[in-house]
């Protein structure tokens, strides 16, 4: 029996995608590219924007439309609303929170379908299993659970009960030399556009033991580049203050870990909060080779009215005092960001401050998106005052402007020469495509694809807005 998953939405949903396909290979079930072979169907939900709604109920209506000609089974999880959630159980099989992903085996079977493993023996129960060709992950309990919808209660903002369970889980990771390893979920922000308060709930960290464990594990099995995850990382052991470390402590303990291996691997993070920021982290990633030097520090808007209208909690001030302690401190690095245009309210004089932001901090890239109410955000209460025609011009002039300065950088790497990760084919096949540690794309001529996965030196040649291009050195 197959299973097929569709993963949307961020890094978080591709690493909790990871632990759900490790979960159903431990039941026997085989993973398929191909839709139409599996008898298992499944979306890692996206609310961040109404696209990504739309892309689940797309699927769930060609899936119910298969169910007259076949068997199949369909369930949904990932950041999911709490209104969404209540019409997803009137279309999918099974609606479960990803901090219940233990349960799916149960979940599974009782709704009929015996799966591979369950056929060896239904009640030797799925942690005393042990099958054939698999990796064995962490034992996890499960326990029944209905998904009635009339008798289950939804909270405005969902509990992370069981977290801990999903994270004991082993992802099966969908590279060999990349990885994401989640450190918290949750947020506790309540910036005003987002969802994910009310989809993942409140910030929980995860051990750090745990963290470190499986960090090692990576290193030890020769990954090359690593991502720390969580919606707000440097607000990272706040929750269990006097029984966890904070998060510069935790890079602490990564860095000295990188030192003391002997590997050669970086170490990435996404995404800290302004507010959190502060100059400790810094200062440990300017001590040791494995921490990265690359820095994603969203913005969102460059204008302070707008930015407390967002709830951001942080001021323009702040923010470039942040941007000016990265230049001091980490001089080599590159900076990403993240920007909303046409934010409720948002004026043309106030996003012309945005256009100023990115002319005197010039990012190396900016994920631009323009502003769409999600149901359960509190700006989804209010009039969407800027029209589609003007976000999408404002989306264009400043993505303008940021190709500009992604440019000028680039063209200053011409003639030097980068130690990049190979990562795969470019979509001209006579090149490999590899990254910097600063994550600037490089590409070279070459056929040997035994150095994907491998660092590798590039002498840069040439130059356009977002990638260059070099030769191989021997």
């Not at 997803?88 to 379908?113: A, R």
């Not at 870990?257 to 982290?281: A, C, I, L, Q």
């Amino acid at each position: 029996m197959k299973y097929h998953i569709i993963q949307l939405g961020c890094q978080m949903n591709i690493s909790d995608g990871e632990r759900v396909q490790k979960t159903l290979d431990k039941m026997g079930f085989e993973e398929t590219e191909v839709e139409e072979e599996a008898s298992l169907l499944g979306v890692i939900a996206c609310s961040v924007r109404q696209k990504g709604i739309d892309k689940v109920y797309s699927r769930i209506s060609k899936w119910n439309k298969w169910k007259k000609k076949k068997n199949l089974l369909t369930f949904v999880s990932g950041c999911v609303l709490p209104a969404g959630k209540e019409n997803f159980l009137k279309t999918f099989d099974l609606v479960l929170k990803m901090s219940d992903l233990p349960e799916l085996p149960d979940m599974i079977s009782q709704y009929g379908i015996v799966s591979p493993a369950g056929m060896q023996s239904l009640d030797a129960g799925f942690k005393d299993l042990e099958l054939s060709n698999k990796k064995s992950v962490n034992p996890a309990g499960f326990k029944l659970t209905t998904l009635d919808p009339d008798k289950e209660k939804i909270s405005k903002v969902v509990k992370n009960e069981n977290i801990e369970d999903f994270w004991s889980i082993t992802p099966k990771y969908s590279s060999g030399f990349e990885a994401f390893i989640p450190i918290q979920n949750g947020c506790d922000k309540f910036c005003t556009y987002c969802a994910v308060p009310y989809t993942r709930g409140r910030e929980v960290s995860r051990p750090s033991s745990e963290i470190l464990k499986e960090l090692k594990r990576l290193v030890d099995n020769n990954y090359k580049s690593i991502t720390l995850l969580g919606q707000n990382v440097n607000s990272y052991g706040l929750d269990k203050k006097g029984e966890e470390v904070n998060f510069s402590d935790l890079l602490e303990k990564i860095g000295k870990y990188g030192d003391e291996s002997g590997k050669d691997f970086w170490v990435y993070f996404t995404s800290p909060h302004p507010r959190d920021m502060n100059d400790d982290v810094l200062e440990v990633i300017s001590k040791y080779k494995c921490l990265a030097k690359q820095i994603h520090i969203p913005v969102q808007s460059g204008d302070d009215e707008v930015l407390k209208n967002m709830n951001r909690k942080h001021s323009m001030e702040k923010y470039r005092q942040i941007i000016h302690s990265i230049w001091r401190i980490l001089p080599t690095a590159t900076i990403f960001t993240d920007i909303i245009v046409g934010f409720t309210g948002e004026t043309d004089e106030q996003f012309e401050n945005t256009k100023k932001i990115m002319g005197e901090l010039k990012y190396n890239m900016a994920y631009i998106a323009q502003y769409s109410p999600r149901p359960g955000a509190v700006s989804s209460k209010w009039e969407d005052t800027v029209s589609k025609e003007v976000k999408k011009n404002r989306f264009h002039e400043l993505t303008e402007e940021l190709v500009k300065y992604s440019y000028d950088y680039n063209k200053n790497m011409i003639g030097r020469t980068f130690k990049v990760l190979v990562r795969g084919r470019d979509r001209n096949k006579e090149y490999l495509s590899a990254l910097t540690e600063g994550k600037i794309i490089i590409r070279f001529k070459s056929d040997d694809d035994s150095l994907i996965g491998q660092y590798v030196k590039v002498k840069v040649e040439s130059a356009v807005p977002f990638s260059t291009e070099g030769i191989l050195l021997k």
